[in-house]
């Protein structure tokens, strides 16, 4: 498949326009002179713009008329850089990121450390016109993959329509002790008591129905290796229906029981599937486990 090369300079930029409907990383490696490793880098450093939008996506489908952008420097590589966030894919109505353990998900109380203002801050910093809008959440000690809202109108959709809009959503965690049955699910309703601690009831409590479902995917004698796919996201659900088996997540303060091996809280958000709010894309979003969970079942 042949391709247009370049038709233009601007700025730090080369521009390019395809004449056939192909993949992004293949139409770059066709007419960029530069090596693999060096596209590949350009892409994830968020150095190519499709139609003016940022994209990283190596999959991400070109057609006829579009018109692709590709920085001559490593500019865009130095204008987001934290210890705790990292982007993964940005358009101009949303942001996926994946966050470290340790922060908030949003402000709570005086200068907290969230990851909304980590992004007003880069938006600010490129000359972004937008807010990062908080769409769900994850724990403080919580890792993983999570999206953000550029605009309160995408924010509405997706808070409003966010079962319809999520159609895979799976967390990896170690629980404590070893996991008898391979597979199963927990259904119970979730209420919170007056000190926050949210408590479970086989019966309606006037709390929310919850629904987990489980997955064993390694085991030693003393810890499990648990895939959690949620079909309804209440808070704190995967840590009160860990403790509710038996077998609490470890490191966690709250309901567990003092396992504690990786000084943690040893739960990762890493599959994240959704239609997008405004293209009706499918989106799928992956993370690799935490390298410390997976090197407890060596």
Same mark, same amino acid.
């Given at each position: ?10 700025g ?25 490793? @060096? ?5 994830q ?7 003016g ?9 070109l ?6 952008? =590709?920085? %001559?420097? @490593?500019?865009?590589q ?5 210890r ?11 942001? =996926?990121v ?23 801050d880069?938006f600010?910093?490129?000359r ?6 908080v769409?769900? #959440? ?8 999570? =999206?953000?809202?550029?605009? *309160?109108?995408? &924010?509405?959709?997706?808070?409003h ?5 999520v159609?895979? #959503?799976?967390?990896v ?16 309703w ?19 129905l919850?629904?987990? $479902? ?6 030693? /004698? ?8 949620? &079909?309804?996201? %209440?808070?704190?659900?995967? %840590? ?18 003092g396992?504690?091996?990786l $000084? ?8 994240l ?5 405004? /293209?009706?894309? #499918?989106?799928e979003f992956?993370?690799?486990f935490?390298?410390?969970?997976? *090197? *407890?079942? @060596?």
């Amino acid at each position: 498949m042949r391709m247009n090369t370049g038709y233009g300079r601007e700025g730090d930029y080369d521009h390019f326009a395809p004449t056939a409907e192909c993949q992004l990383l293949n139409f770059l490696l066709e007419n960029v002179k530069q090596s693999r490793s @060096k596209i590949k880098a350009t892409l994830q450093g968020r150095g190519v713009k499709v139609d003016g939008k940022t994209v990283t996506q190596f999959d991400f489908l070109l057609k006829p008329g579009m018109k692709v952008a =590709v920085s %001559r420097t @490593k500019r865009n590589q130095q204008t987001f850089k934290s210890r705790y966030v990292k982007i993964v894919y940005e358009d101009r109505w949303l942001i =996926v990121v994946e966050k470290q353990a340790g922060i908030l998900s949003m402000a709570a109380g005086h200068s907290s450390l969230n990851v909304k203002s980590v992004l007003d801050d880069y938006f600010h910093k490129t000359r972004q016109k937008c807010t990062a809008h908080v769409v769900h #959440r994850l724990d403080r000690d919580t890792s993983g993959i999570m =999206v953000y809202a550029k605009d *309160m109108e995408t &924010e509405q959709i997706l808070e409003h329509n966010w079962h319809q809009i999520v159609y895979d #959503r799976r967390y990896v965690a170690v629980l404590s002790g070893e996991m008898e049955p391979d597979e199963g699910t927990i259904s119970n309703w979730l209420k919170d008591n007056k000190a926050y601690i949210t408590y479970s009831s086989p019966v309606d409590n006037g709390g929310k129905l919850a629904i987990t $479902h489980f997955h064993v995917l390694d085991r030693t /004698t003393e810890h499990s290796l648990v895939e959690f796919q949620l &079909e309804t996201g %209440r808070k704190n659900q995967i %840590r009160v229906h860990a403790a509710d088996m038996g077998h609490p997540v470890c490191g966690d303060t709250k309901y567990g029981n003092g396992d504690d091996p990786l $000084h943690r809280l040893c739960l990762h958000a890493w599959l994240l599937c959704f239609t997008h709010p405004v /293209t009706g894309e #499918r989106m799928e979003f992956e993370t690799p486990f935490p390298t410390a969970f997976r *090197m *407890m079942f @060596k």
